[in-house]
């Protein structure tokens, strides 16, 4: 191992999670924090790293950008027919990690998966710029390709179909893929190491709360 990674350190500030603070239900926990990263105008805070693995177990796993986040899960949109796609149709479980490294903040999230229906799926696929729109039909996502240049050559030839303005269809293998929450978990950095773990778990009819060891 390289001298400068394990000689790497980082001191947590005083920080607490408690069962006192912590909001009623893990969507309105979830909601908080991404509010307060919102309101520090953090890169991108709705970034999160989705893991999925094939029948076999092989886990692959990838950042993605939720985009939907209500009482029913977490969702994001993808070419379904990328290897995260191929995945989660053949093994329906994903766990999803959002990190907040300016906050000392992680949220840990594991749950089956299932598709969103058409209606969001094209609501969504509308409110992207034109250019992503064009991308989502020109890029075969996860696919070997020859070559950068066979990609832009799509994207250009799909502009001249769909010029600015055009109404672009969204593709029948592209949509949103939801993450129904089982087991929640909210960490808060705290000095030497001794960190807060609070977790939402559901079991029979009801959520819940525990807090784990760090």
Known sequence: ??????????????????????????????????????????????????????A???????????????????VFFTNLQSRKGREVAENPRASAVLTWLELQRQVRVEGAVELVGADESDAYF???PHGSKLAALASPQSRVIESRGEMELAWAELAKRYPEG????????????????????????????????????????????????P
């Open 126 to 128: 509308a409110s992207r």
């Open 1 to 54: 191992m390289s001298d400068w990674l394990a000689d790497m350190r980082l001191t947590y500030t005083p920080g607490h999670l408690d069962l006192a603070d912590l909001e009623e239900t893990w969507l309105a926990q979830l909601e908080a924090w991404m509010a307060e990263a919102r309101e520090r105008k953090l890169l991108e805070p709705n970034a999160m790293v989705v893991a999925t693995a094939t």
């Open 166 to 213: 055009a109404e672009v269809p969204r593709p029948q293998w592209w949509g949103g893929v939801r993450l129904v929450p089982e087991v929640v978990e909210f960490w808060q950095g705290h000095p030497d190491r001794l960190h807060d773990r609070l977790r939402f778990r559901h079991t029979v009819g009801e959520w819940v709360v525990e807090r784990l060891a």
């Open 56 to 74: 076999d177990a092989i886990p692959s796993a990838r950042t993605v950008l939720l985009k939907g986040l209500d009482e029913r899960g977490l």
